[in-house]
């Protein structure tokens, strides 16, 4: 995924994007020429492009993290499964409804170890987009990812979850069919489920729908991503009655991985490349695949009477902290 400035940058990327195509530019003009020199030319533009990497992203405000978890390179789901998971095998269906394609599960290795994964998808065509109903799940989709987990914990297989929701699906046919029950089930059955959980979230965790597959033993972001009650725009909706106050609520909830992890909502910051896991998939790849396995081989030393019990207390104490704007 090499020059994605080319392709697609957001509005406080554009400076980049710019010296970026200059250096392409000057590239193209040395292959093409054969006999011109112009690496001096080359390595101080390159030069720019840190400088203004490492001042823009120290800088970021809550709302260009709104953006950039958002990013439509920034690698999905069934990417990281495609990377990570080895021997991937895919179950579907909840067994009662149908097979929602916006949650993916299955079963493969991580590293070695056995996996149950669970991963929420946006799609990044148009057609899969569609497909994945831009990454909101239906009541089916719970249903599905219950009953892995569920089959996991059978044979002591850990459960790994990647997060990326704008939250669940609100159309009328999922509420029909028992949306919030299908949520809260899922909230209340895993507590009870009897292996390791880890959760991460690679882009957007927004409200129930991403809650309802991360009660987890440990639960990560990214760099870059966000993790909230409810989305910018949605809350934006509710209290000005104007979705374009998205920035402002953004600022207001404080979406940053920093305030989750001093919240104790979040168990860790997973790092990411400079300007996003877009500009360079294999790193941030190797990244989440580090960070999963560490939690994953911590959990499994551990009885698993004391990881429920672990499990509980850490979600049961969210909240009971005093806040002072």
Known sequence: MSNLLNDFSLEFEKPLRDLENQIQELKDVTNKTGGVDLSNEINALQKKVDSLLTEIYGNLTPWDRVQLSRHPKRPHSIDYIQELIEDFKEVSGDRRFANDPAIITGFGYLDGQNVAVIGIEKGRKTKEKVLHNFGMPRPEGYRKALRIMQTAAQFNIPVVAFVDTPGAYPGIGAEERGQSEAIAKNLAEMFDVKTPIVACVIGEGGSGGALGIAIADKVLMMEYSIYSVISPESCASILWADPKMAETAANSLQLSPEKALELKVIDGIIPEPIGGAQRDWPVAMNKVKEALT????????????????????????????????
Not at 296 to 324: A, H, P, Y
């Open 294 to 325: 560490k939690e994953i081989k911590s959990l499994i030393k551990m009885d698993m009477n004391k990881v429920l019990e672990e499990r509980f207390n850490k979600f049961r104490s969210m909240g009971n902290q005093t806040i002072i704007q």
